[in-house]
């Protein structure tokens, strides 16, 4: 089974800062990976496929890179909507989700 | 508009059985994959199970592998989750979630609806 690990698992910044969540692949998954935006007690939203592809309506702030093992989620300037929890997704076998990392308020 | 709108959820004791549904509207239902993602409280995601266009292809999680069925009526638009011999562990917010496809990411998802496994 892939395992998928996101870092850190809670991160704390301000509006306008640039912030930047890992994550790990414990095999290469080439660019099989999306990134997923989910508020409490809303079901995810999808931000990001194929590692770097912005799904349409989603804010050109978001931005997503890597391949193989290492992947990014970067937020160019940081909104009062993003304070949310973002999850990475792999779907080159099967589908495996990272555990989580919590953008709160600093 | 796509639309995925679950329901099914319920209390249940330990052992027993529950069948969530999945009404998709706004898409061709029969031309996407589906699944089933779980989350229980206050925890992370976790798929759970995938069902291609046709039917033809079943994936699930180990985790449910052997309890679980997934199943769906194109002529009807909607997905199903059969689920047997239910433990506490198995209590979460249960989602179908839309494949965007070749076995891709999750494009649309449902609201969720609540399982509790409990005596």
């Known amino acids: 089974d892939i395992q998928m690990t996101q870092s850190p698992s809670t991160l704390s910044a301000s509006v306008g800062d640039r912030v930047t969540i890992t994550c790990r692949a414990s095999?290469?998954?080439?660019?099989?990976l999306a990134w997923y935006q989910q508020k409490p007690g809303k079901a995810p939203n999808l931000l990001i496929y194929?590692?770097?592809s912005l799904k349409s309506g989603v804010p050109s702030r978001f931005s997503g890179g890597g391949s193989g093992t290492e992947f990014t989620l970067t937020i160019s300037s940081l909104q009062p909507d993003d304070f949310a929890t973002y999850y990475c997704?792999?779907?080159?076998?099967?589908?495996?989700f990272g555990q989580g990392t919590k953008v709160q308020i600093k | 508009e796509v639309q995925l709108v679950e329901s099914g959820g319920g209390l249940v004791q330990p052992g027993g059985s529950l069948r969530l549904s999945c009404a998709a509207s706004?898409?061709?239902?029969?031309?996407?994959?589906m699944n089933w993602v779980r989350q229980a409280p206050g925890k992370g995601l976790e798929w759970i199970s995938y069902?291609?266009?046709?039917?033809?292809?079943?994936y699930y999680a180990d985790s449910v592998k052997g309890r679980f069925t997934i199943s769906r009526d194109n002529a009807k638009n909607s997905l199903h989750l059969q689920m047997n011999s239910l433990r506490a562990e198995d209590t979460a917010v249960f989602y179908c979630?839309?494949?965007?496809?070749?076995?891709?990411?999750?494009?649309?998802w449902g609201q969720g609806t609540l399982v509790t496994v409990s005596s």
């Open positions: 979630a839309r494949e965007s496809g070749s076995l891709g990411s999750f494009d649309y």
């Open positions: 706004g898409f061709t239902f029969s031309s996407y994959g």
């Open positions: 194929r590692a770097s």
């Open positions: 997704q792999q779907y080159n076998t099967y589908w495996t």
């Open positions: 069902i291609s266009s046709s039917s033809s292809t079943i």
């Open positions: 095999q290469s998954i080439s660019s099989w």
